[in-house]
């Protein structure tokens, strides 16, 4: 079946614009998560959604970045005012829930910020 | 905190030889432990956990892993590395009775020669 998908792959934007970045997670999958891939940092958690509660926003970096998952599947990760900073590659994943907790990711989508 | 370690950058081998990529973590309950590989310009991808049970776990590709928790380590193995494995290595971990986020090394890339 479908993996979880991306887009935009790539996204060039000037310093000071808003962006938002979209993630379609598998379908049955009802934890979706954001994590932030920065050259020679690793992987980042940014924010949890799972099914219906509250989701852990404890990763997010600053109040500039938000994320919405709607109708528990398609999710937008959204930067307000970008900076140079935020440029990173941008993961999501997609898990069934417990007890496998095994992550599914997607390809990515590479932000630029000039 | 938690936290995962990956003490090296990069391992290098020669193919046929055996190949160990380092990780250790820390924890204040019981660990789940994750080891994912992402290839150029290609997602993460799941290769083998560690839950419970068997401190040996084997995965995908001829991978294995060593879970030893007076160590507080899950060191990555392979008998014979081959070419095609020259990749970046992520070992995570989560708590059995946390969310479902996972907690990143920064990588180790592994460099197999022919």
């Known amino acids: 079946g479908a993996g979880v998908s991306q887009s935009p792959s790539n996204k060039v934007t000037e310093k000071g614009k808003d962006v938002e970045l979209r993630c379609d997670p598998i379908?049955?999958?009802?934890?979706l998560y954001w994590y932030r891939q920065s050259l020679g940092q690793g992987l980042e958690f940014l924010i949890y959604f799972q099914g219906n509660s509250a989701p852990d926003k404890s990763g997010l970096p600053s109040d500039r970045f938000s994320a919405e998952r709607t109708g528990g599947s398609v999710s937008t990760l959204t930067i307000q005012r970008t900076q140079q900073e935020d440029s990173a590659v941008y993961l999501c994943?997609?898990?069934?829930?417990?007890?496998?907790?095994?992550?599914?990711f997607g390809p990515g989508t590479r932000l630029t910020v000039t | 905190a938690q936290s995962v370690a990956q003490p090296e950058d990069q391992v290098n081998v020669a193919e046929g030889n055996p190949l160990t990529v380092k990780c250790t973590y820390s924890v204040s309950g019981n660990p789940y432990l994750f080891w994912y590989v992402q290839y150029p310009n290609r997602g993460l991808q799941f290769l083998l956990k560690?839950?419970?049970?068997?401190?040996l776990v084997k995965g995908s590709y001829g991978f294995e892993a060593e879970f030893n928790k007076s160590q507080t380590s899950f060191h990555l193995k392979k008998p014979s590395a081959l070419v095609s494995d020259s990749a970046l290595y992520f070992c995570?971990?989560?708590?059995?009775?946390?969310?479902?986020?996972?907690?990143f090394g920064t990588g180790t890339r592994l460099q197999v020669f022919p």
């Open positions: 379908s049955g999958h009802t934890a």
């Open positions: 995570a971990v989560t708590l059995s009775y946390n969310t479902d986020k996972l907690i």
């Open positions: 994943a997609s898990s069934t829930p417990s007890p496998t907790r095994e992550q599914y």
């Open positions: 560690y839950i419970t049970g068997d401190n």
